[in-house]
């Protein structure tokens, strides 16, 4: 018996040991990988207990082509203008929220459309509080935040929306996979989710690895799986919680005296078919917006850096334009400063 017993057991290892290498191999050719350390040390933003993180001050360097130089001043806003104050004509009455796109990731402090309106508008005075990876719901939060302070009263509020923000909100499996620690743990971020007709706050979490899952892309790929099944359903949430969020961004501004202006910035992968629902609730709800999506948006290989990364310098100046003609149209005093800085590339 003792024979017969051997060579089994050393049969069903082999196998076993067969199949989790072909099932590494597999992992690896559908691209998983081992979930490791990042190459390069996250300088641009800074751990925060309730808003998952907050951009760091000093001038860091993007990842992006041409490793633009991004000034971040001491409370997190990105440069708008040579110095943190605002000139004395001005009166930092427009505020920028929004992620990567409105804190303008990738381009030099004078190429991003914060910079650009500040210049156009120098009677107003433009503050950036754009932070990479926010969606609205981490915006809301800041602009939450930043009413608690006496001198935050800006006459306007702008905040730039992209489609895939409502991954954002829900903490959807999309999203989360996405997002890492130095150390290689994923986050997820604060989000909200409905229930029982009302938006629920859900804190920011870490999501520890697995044993052997910086060695190996199998188990990776079992850790994806687990958790795809752990966030499942959020999807389905996307549009009504983003549309919840926007209506109370809206409220919140205009309870402290000022107003909200979305501006839509990013293509939906279905087209403006995609932005529509987002579209038609800020017109339903009264909520000023403007649509602000290149019309080469996703063509033209000038409008993203290296053709498939963030913005350009290209298409931060179009934005620009496209806000600063709501600006003239709504903000009294403005139209005349607006005319003689205009100067559109949308050709």
């Keep these: 018996m003792r024979s017969t017993w051997r060579p089994r057991l050393i049969l069903l290892l082999v196998s076993i040991a067969a199949g989790l290498a072909v099932g590494e191999v597999a992992a690896r050719l559908v691209g998983i990988r081992p979930?490791?350390?990042?190459?390069?040390?996250?300088?641009?933003?800074?751990?925060?207990?309730?808003?998952?993180?907050?951009?760091?001050?000093?001038?860091?360097?993007?990842?992006?082509?041409?490793?633009?130089?991004?000034?971040?001043?001491?409370?997190?806003?990105?440069?708008?203008?040579?110095?943190?104050?605002?000139?004395?004509?001005?009166?930092?009455?427009?505020?920028?929220?929004?992620g990567s796109f409105t804190q303008g990731y990738g381009v030099a402090d004078e190429h991003a459309f914060g910079w650009l309106l500040d210049a156009r508008f120098p009677d107003l005075g433009v503050d950036n509080y754009g932070t990479g990876g926010y969606g609205t719901y981490q915006s809301l939060m800041l602009l939450e935040q930043l009413f608690r302070e006496a001198d935050f009263r800006p006459r306007l509020v702008i905040y730039g929306f992209a489609a895939f923000h409502g991954e954002r909100n829900v903490g959807a499996y999309r999203h989360v996979v996405t997002l890492r620690t130095q150390v290689g743990e994923r986050l997820a971020p604060p989000h909200v989710l409905i229930a029982q007709d009302a938006l629920t706050h859900r804190d920011p979490f870490y999501i520890r690895g697995w044993p052997l899952e910086d060695r190996s892309a199998l188990v990776s790929l079992v850790h994806l799986i687990q958790l795809r099944w752990t966030l499942r359903g959020r999807e389905q949430q996307i549009e009504p919680v983003t549309q919840?969020?926007?209506?109370?961004?809206?409220?919140?501004?205009?309870?402290?005296?000022?107003?909200?202006?979305?501006?839509?910035?990013?293509?939906?992968?279905?087209?403006?078919?995609?932005?529509?629902?987002y579209a038609r609730f800020l017109q339903d709800q009264g909520i000023a917006y403007v649509d602000c999506i290149h019309p080469e948006y996703g063509n033209d290989p000038r409008l993203r850096l290296g053709g498939s990364g963030h913005p350009s310098p290209v298409l931060h100046a179009a934005w620009a334009d496209c806000i600063a003609a709501w600006i003239s149209a709504n903000v009294p005093d403005t139209t005349a400063t607006a005319r003689t800085r205009r100067s559109s590339i949308w050709t």
């Design 35 to 98: 979930i490791a350390a990042l190459p390069l040390p996250v300088q641009v933003a800074v751990e925060h207990p309730t808003l998952g993180w907050v951009n760091r001050p000093g001038v860091h360097l993007s990842w992006d082509t041409g490793n633009a130089p991004m000034t971040f001043w001491l409370d997190g806003r990105r440069a708008t203008r040579a110095a943190p104050d605002a000139p004395p004509e001005a009166h930092a009455q427009v505020a920028l929220i929004g």
């Design 244 to 277: 919840r969020l926007l209506e109370r961004m809206d409220r919140l501004a205009r309870d402290r005296g000022g107003r909200l202006l979305v501006a839509i910035l990013e293509g939906h992968p279905r087209g403006r078919e995609g932005q529509a629902p």
